[in-house]
């Protein structure tokens, strides 16, 4: 297999990653204006698909830290780019399955992580940059978030307690739109760029690009386009997990929460910090039901999505690691060949599953009894 060749299959990989992020994380800009009733769920997830297009295009300092501030790019192949998209893939879909908002950047990022330290040793990763601009933020942003969205959510109460909660609900309702777009918007400038720097490293890996160089505008609309698709398709699970699973959302939380993420998600991205989205949408959501007197989080499902995100980037670089070592066991095409068609059989196996306790459009605002997935109504 030319090198060419393995490039487009790991160009097409990386998209396939994109579009996976896209409905794994529509949740974390509309999963509350749905639960709330300010956007159809339908009109929510086209809204969102439009607004990350348009965001990916604004910005290109988070796919600059993914592509040259993570590993070493001089000890970098194509095969072990490809090996680090499938471990994300696989994370993404396995969460996605479970509808736990777990972060699609942290499983990128320890796909790679795992398929370079597989491949070239400790000495190809920049520790202090994955700890700097990954680690760090992962812990502070659902902390920041949170407290930023119940002090929001507090002065909500507070500035509109002598307003009648019928006008109060369809106001703050209208506010959402404008909020959660922003999120949506926010998320195009993060979330998109991570797949852009993730291709322009494999383009310097194999020699189409010098070290350093920004991503080409072909990846940039490319990775906007799957981004897109993803995010209009809609990741049900996800939503109605952040939606109705950790509070009991009215629209000033609602407008709270989307507010303070698309804040701290933009500033992040001026940054070039590969921030989460789910870990900030989180803590906003969590927040709101902290500002809200009387209101009741479930912090076992809280519990339940931290302990996910604890083991992203480890299970992530496992995945990673362990595609690079077949590929390596088996050698030339033949190893990547065989990796590729695990992927496709497990993503597909995986979706199928799915199938058969679907979670849509039509069920996603059905009320929580503790599963993802909502009970069939009986027949009479």
Not at 336 to 352: N, S
Request: glycine residues 12%.
């Amino acid at each position: 297999m030319g090198n060419d060749v393995l490039l487009v299959l790991v160009v097409v990989t990386a998209l396939a990653f994109d579009f996976t992020n896209g409905f794994h994380d529509t949740g974390n800009a509309m999963a509350t204006s749905i639960a709330t009733g300010a956007l159809g769920p339908r009109t929510a997830v086209a809204l969102s698909g439009a607004l990350n297009l348009v965001g990916a295009f604004l910005s290109l300092s988070v796919a600059a830290t993914i592509a040259s501030g993570l590993v070493d790019t001089k000890l970098v192949t194509l095969t072990v780019v490809f090996a680090g998209l499938a471990g994300g893939i696989i994370w993404n879909l396995l969460t996605w399955f479970f509808g736990i908002p777990s972060s699609s950047s942290h499983a990128l990022i320890g796909g790679v992580v795992g398929a370079t330290l597989a491949a070239a040793g400790g000495s190809a990763v920049k520790w202090h940059g994955l700890i700097q601009k990954v680690v760090i933020p992962a812990v502070l942003s659902p902390v920041i978030a949170g407290l930023v969205a119940a002090t929001g959510t507090y002065l909500l109460y507070r500035i509109s307690r002598k307003v009648t909660d019928g006008v109060r609900s369809k106001g703050f309702r209208i506010g959402q739109i404008g909020s959660a777009s922003m999120v949506s918007l926010a998320h195009g400038t993060n979330d998109a760029q991570k797949t852009m720097g993730i291709i322009t490293l494999a383009l310097i890996a194999n020699g189409t690009l010098v070290a350093g160089a920004s991503a080409p505008f072909w990846v940039i609309l490319t990775c906007a386009i799957a981004i897109a698709a993803g995010t209009y398709l809609g990741g049900w699970r996800v939503i109605r997990t952040l939606g109705k699973g950790l509070v009991e959302i009215e629209s000033p939380q609602g407008m709270a929460a989307e507010s303070s993420s698309a804040a701290i998600v933009l500033l992040s991205s001026h940054f070039g910090y590969s921030l989460s989205t789910t870990h900030v949408a989180t803590g906003s959501i969590l927040g709101t039901g902290i500002g809200k007197k009387g209101a009741e989080v479930r912090w076992g499902v809280a519990g339940r999505m931290a302990t996910a995100w604890l083991f992203t980037l480890p299970a992530a670089g496992l995945v990673g690691a362990g595609s690079y070592a077949l590929a390596a066991v088996i050698g030339g095409d033949a190893g990547v060949i065989v990796v590729f068609a695990l992927l496709v059989a497990v993503a597909l196996t995986i979706w199928l599953r799915s199938r058969k306790n679907a979670v849509s459009h039509d069920n996603v605002n059905d009320e929580w009894t503790g599963t993802v997935v909502p009970p069939v109504p009986a027949t009479v």
